[in-house]
C-alpha cells in the first residue's frame, strides 16, 4: 500500500484537486529537470570518459574552455532569454519574428564577448594557454556565439511553455557530443587535446539546434523567423535589467572554474569541475522549479503565492535529501572519477553540498523579483553577492588550497541566503492583500507606491493637537481637505493608505467624500477635554486614514500616520488645514519633489569618499541586555500627560549661562525630567536613551523630504541627568552623520523583506519592577503656528506633539517651544507607571529645572 493509498478517500481527491492547478508548473518544470537530468547524467559520462581517456590537462583545458564558452554565451543573451519568458505570453502575432530578433542580438553580442575573452585571456598565461591555439581560438568563438543563441532559444521555449522541445533538444545535443567522444578517442593517430574535446561540444550544440528546428516545422509551430529590430521597441528597459539579473546571479558560479584556473592549476580545476559538475545535478531542481514559476506566473501574479509553495514543496522535499547523501558520500563520488579527483576534491564537493539551500532560496528570490517587477533592485543585490563570491574565491585561492576556495565561497552564499530568505517566505505567507477598499466600495482611481521612507515609518503615527481656535470646526476642515483632493486628488493628504500593499490609493470624488466624513469627526461645540481627544485617538486602531481628524470645543487633533511625514510635514498640513478652514476655502499644500535617492546620496556624501569615516559610521551603540526578573501580567494601556510654562525658558537660559554656556534648553528639559523621575522614585535606567534626530541636515540644498527623516540611535552620556553630558554626546553623534548608516540599512533591510503595515504585538508580561527606558523627541521651535486663529495668548495654547507607540517599559518625552512656552508631552502605559507619578515629574521641570538638575550633581 502507498503512502497515497493510505489516506482517506476525501484527503486523497483534495490532494488531487490542489495539485491539478498546478500541471503547467510540474509539466514545464519537470522537463527543465529532465532536461538538467539527462545533461548531468550524459555530462557525467562526457567527463568521466574524457578523464579515462585524455590527459588531466587535456581535460582542465577543455573544461576551462567550456566555462569561458557557457560565462561568455550567458553574457551574450544579454537578458534575451528571460525578457522573452515574461514578454511571449502576451504576444498574440509574430513571436518568432521576435524569438528570431533575440537570437540574432545574442549571437552578435556573445561574438563580440567572445573576442573580448580572447585578449584576456593573453595576460593570464593559465588561461592563455588553455585557448590551445589558433583553431582552438577560433572553434571557442564560434562556440560561445553558439551556445549564446540556444540558450536563447531553450528559454524561448520555456516562454511558449514548450518545455518538452528543449529537453527534447539538450537530449540530443547531450548524446550526440558523447557520441563524437567516442569517435574522437579511436581515431588513430588523433590526439584528445582540449580543443579536441571543445569540437564535440560545438558540433553537438549544432546537430541538436537543426534536429529542433526540423520538429518545429514539422509541427507548423514557426510562422516566420525574419529578424526585425523595430521589435525591440519599448523593451529596452526590461531587457536591460532582466539582462543584469542574470550576469549577477550567473557570473560567480560560470567564473568560478576560471578563478581555480588561474589562481591554482588546470589539474585542480579539473577535479573542482567535476565536483561542481555533481553540484549542478543537484541545484537543477530549483533552478528548473524558479524558471518556470517565472514562465508560469508572468502573466498571472496572483498565482505566485500558490506555485512558490509548491515549488518550495518540490525543492526542498526532494532536493535536501539528496544533498545530505552528497555530504555523507562526496569522496566516494568523486573516486568514481579517479583516485586523483577523490583526493583532490573529495572534501570539496562535501563542503559545496551545504549550498543545495543557499541555491534554493537564491533561485526563488530571483523568481519572485520578476514576476514582481523588481528586476532593478534585485539585480543590483545581486551584483554586490557576485563580486563577493568571486572576491572570496580569489583570495582564498592565492592564500589556500581548493578546500579553502570552497568554503569562502560557501560562506558569503549562506550570507546571501540569510538577506534573501526573508523575502521568499514573505511571499509564502504574504498577509491577505487589502481589500477593504473594494468591500467598502471605494473606487480607487491609481495608486502610488510608498519610498522606502515611507515604509519604515508605516507603523507609526503621530498626534498633534491644538487650541483653543476660533472659526475652525469639523464641516469647515472637511470642506478644506474636500477642496485639497479637488485640485490634487493624488495628495497623499488626501488618500487612502493601504498597508498591506504599501500604497497610497488615490480615490474618485465621490468615494472621497465619503470618506472625508469618516475622516473627520465633530465632537461638537464643548466643552471638551483636549487631553482626552489625544487619548482617543492614541487609543483607535491604525486604519486606512493618514490623517485622521476629531474637532470640538475649539480644538483640533490631528493623528498623522509617519509615513505621511514628522514635525516639519506634519507642521505644514496642521498649519494650512486650520487656516483653510477658518478662512472657508481649499487647502492648498504642494506635495514635494520625491527624492528617492537623498539618503544614498547623504551617506556617499558624508562617508563615501572619507574611508577613515567608515569605521566611525559603522559602529552603534546598542541598548544594554534587560537582565531577567520576576514578572507579572501585563496589558497596553498607552496614555499622555502634558505640561506647559511660559517662565521657565527664561529660567533654563539663565543657568545655562550660569553653568553651561551653549547647552540647548532641550538637552536640560531632558535632565531635568530624567532627574524627576529619580527623585519621584521611578528609577529610570540611567545607562542610555533614545534620542530622536532629524537627518535633513545632512541634505544638499535645496532637498527636500516631505516623509519621515528621522532616526532614534541608543546613546550613552556619561550622565542622563547632566545638561552638559547629553548636549555633548547629542553633538558628537550628529558630526558623526552615524544615523545616515542606521537609515541606510535600515531602507536595504525593507528592501529585501518589506516593512510591516503594523506594529509589532505587546507582551503579556513585564517586569514587576519595571524600570523606565527613556526616549527623547525635541520637536523645535513651532513658531510657525503663531499666526493660526487663537483664541487665547500663547500661555493658553495647547500644542501637544504625541506619538501612538510605545514599549511597556518606555517612557517618552516630547518637547517643542512656541512664541516663548515650553510644551511638555510623556506618553507611557498607565498600566506600567502611575500617570500622576508621571504628571508631578512635568510639573517639576516646569517648575524648578534648576533645582532638579543642581539636586543631582
Given amino acids: 500500500m502507498t503512502a497515497t493509498d493510505a489516506l482517506p478517500r476525501h484527503a486523497r481527491h483534495g490532494i488531487f484537486t490542489a495539485l491539478k492547478g498546478h500541471v503547467d508548473l510540474f509539466l514545464n518544470a519537470g522537463s527543465l529537470m529532465a532536461t538538467t537530468l539527462v545533461t548531468s547524467a550524459f555530462g557525467f559520462a562526457y567527463w568521466w570518459v574524457a578523464a579515462h581517456l585524455a590527459p588531466q590537462s587535456a581535460v582542465g583545458q577543455a573544461s576551462a574552455a567550456v566555462s569561458a564558452m557557457t560565462l561568455i554565451g550567458t553574457i551574450g543573451m544579454f537578458g534575451m532569454g528571460t525578457m522573452l519568458i515574461s514578454e511571449l505570453p502576451t504576444v498574440a502575432r509574430g513571436k518568432w519574428d521576435l524569438i528570431s530578433t533575440c537570437l540574432l542580438t545574442a549571437g552578435t553580442a556573445a561574438t563580440a564577448g567572445g573576442l573580448v575573452y580572447v585578449l584576456a585571456a593573453q595576460w593570464a598565461p593559465s588561461l592563455r594557454d588553455a585557448l590551445g591555439g589558433s583553431a582552438g581560438t577560433v572553434l571557442l568563438v564560434v562556440g560561445i556565439a553558439l551556445n549564446a543563441m540556444t540558450l536563447v532559444l531553450d528559454e524561448a521555449m520555456v516562454g511558449l511553455l514548450q518545455g518538452p522541445l528543449q529537453l527534447m533538444r539538450n537530449a540530443w545535443f547531450s548524446l550526440i557530443k558523447l557520441v563524437l567522444l567516442g569517435l574522437v578517442a579511436i581515431i588513430p593517430g588523433l590526439a584528445l587535446t582540449g580543443p579536441v574535446l571543445l569540437l564535440t561540444w560545438v558540433a553537438g550544440i549544432v546537430a541538436s539546434t537543426a534536429i529542433l528546428f526540423r520538429v518545429l516545422r514539422r509541427r507548423g509551430m514557426i510562422d516566420s523567423l525574419r529578424p526585425r529590430p523595430s521589435l525591440m521597441r519599448g523593451r529596452g528597459r526590461a531587457t536591460f535589467d532582466h539582462n543584469l539579473l542574470n550576469l549577477a546571479t550567473y557570473l560567480p558560479r560560470a567564473a568560478l572554474p576560471l578563478i581555480v584556473t588561474a589562481t591554482l592549476s588546470a589539474e585542480a580545476n579539473a577535479a573542482f569541475y567535476t565536483a561542481f559538475m555533481v553540484l549542478s545535478f543537484m541545484a537543477m531542481v530549483p533552478g528548473n522549479v524558479a524558471l518556470t514559476l517565472f514562465a508560469v506566473t508572468a502573466g498571472d501574479r496572483s498565482a505566485l503565492r500558490g506555485k512558490v509553495r509548491v515549488g518550495l514543496l518540490i525543492c526542498l522535499g526532494g532536493g535536501l535529501p539528496a544533498s545530505l547523501v552528497v555530504l555523507l558520500l562526496s569522496e566516494q563520488i568523486m573516486g568514481l572519477f579517479g583516485a586523483g579527483y577523490a583526493e583532490s576534491a573529495g572534501r570539496a564537493l562535501a563542503i559545496l553540498s551545504l549550498t543545495y539551500v543557499p541555491f534554493v532560496f537564491h533561485h526563488f528570490f530571483l523568481a519572485i523579483s520578476r514576476v514582481q517587477n523588481r528586476l532593478r533592485g534585485a539585480g543590483i543585490f545581486s551584483v554586490f553577492a557576485g563580486v563577493a563570491e568571486l572576491l572570496a574565491a580569489w583570495w582564498a585561492g592565492t592564500h589556500g588550497d581548493l578546500n579553502d576556495l570552497v568554503t569562502a565561497v560557501a560562506v558569503v552564499m549562506a550570507i546571501e541566503t540569510v538577506l534573501v530568505a526573508p523575502i521568499v517566505l514573505k511571499v509564502v505567507f504574504a498577509p491577505v492583500a487589502d481589500m477593504s477598499a473594494v468591500t467598502e466600495g471605494v473606487n480607487v482611481m491609481s495608486t502610488t507606491s510608498l519610498t522606502l521612507h515611507e515604509r519604515a515609518w508605516l507603523p507609526l503615527e503621530y498626534i498633534r493637537t491644538v487650541g483653543p481656535l476660533t472659526g475652525v470646526d469639523a464641516n469647515r476642515v472637511r470642506d478644506a481637505l474636500t477642496g485639497l483632493h479637488a485640485a490634487d486628488p493624488t495628495h497623499r493628504a488626501v488618500s487612502r493608505l493601504d498597508r498591506s500593499g504599501a500604497k497610497w490609493q488615490h480615490m474618485d470624488a465621490v468615494s472621497f467624500a465619503g470618506w472625508v466624513q469618516d475622516a473627520v469627526t465633530d465632537l461638537g461645540p464643548g466643552p471638551v477635554d483636549f487631553d482626552a481627544m489625544t487619548r ?63 539618503l544614498a546620496k547623504a551617506w556617499w556624501k558624508q562617508f563615501g569618499l572619507q574611508p577613515s569615516r567608515w569605521k566611525e559610521g559603522l559602529s552603534f551603540a546598542r541598548p544594554p541586555h534587560t537582565e531577567e526578573g520576576p514578572s507579572r501580567p501585563w496589558q497596553a494601556n498607552l496614555t499622555v500627560t502634558t505640561a506647559r510654562s511660559g517662565q521657565v525658558l527664561g529660567q533654563m537660559r539663565q543657568w545655562r549661562d550660569q553653568y553651561a554656556p551653549g547647552v540647548t534648553t532641550s538637552a536640560i528639559t531632558f535632565a531635568a525630567f530624567t532627574s524627576a523621575l529619580v527623585e519621584l522614585g521611578l528609577d529610570p535606567d540611567l545607562r542610555g536613551g533614545t534620542f530622536l534626530a532629524d537627518a535633513r541636515r545632512y541634505l544638499n540644498e535645496g532637498v527636500s523630504i516631505d516623509s519621515n527623516f528621522c532616526m532614534g540611535p541608543y546613546l550613552t552620556p556619561p550622565s542622563l541627568t547632566d545638561p552638559l553630558a547629553i548636549h555633548r554626546t547629542l553633538k558628537a553623534e550628529l558630526a558623526t552623520g552615524r544615523i545616515l548608516t542606521m537609515m541606510l540599512l535600515r531602507a536595504g533591510k525593507i528592501l529585501l523583506t518589506g516593512a510591516p503595515g503594523m506594529p509589532d504585538p505587546f507582551p503579556s508580561e513585564i517586569a514587576v519592577e519595571a524600570r523606565p527606558r527613556l526616549t527623547f523627541s525635541n520637536q523645535g521651535r513651532h513658531d510657525v503656528l503663531g499666526d493660526l486663529p487663537w483664541a487665547v495668548e500663547p500661555a493658553g495654547r495647547v500644542n501637544q506633539s504625541v506619538p501612538t507607540l510605545n514599549g511597556p517599559e518606555g517612557i517618552t518625552l516630547t518637547t517643542s517651544e512656541m512664541n516663548g512656552v515650553l510644551h511638555l508631552e510623556a506618553t507611557f502605559h498607565a498600566s506600567t507607571y502611575n500617570p500622576a507619578v508621571v504628571a508631578r515629574a512635568l510639573e517639576l521641570v516646569c517648575a524648578d529645572p534648576a533645582g532638579l538638575i543642581m539636586a543631582r550633581r
Fill in 536 to 598: 482617543q485617538l492614541q487609543a483607535e486602531p491604525r486604519a486606512d486614514h493618514p490623517v485622521r481628524v476629531l474637532v470640538g470645543g475649539g480644538y483640533l487633533a490631528l493623528k498623522v500616520s509617519h509615513a505621511y511625514g514628522d514635525a516639519g510635514p506634519v507642521n505644514t498640513l496642521l498649519h494650512e488645514l486650520v487656516q483653510a478652514a477658518y478662512e472657508g476655502r481649499a487647502a492648498r499644500i504642494a506635495p514635494s519633489k520625491r527624492h528617492r535617492t537623498a
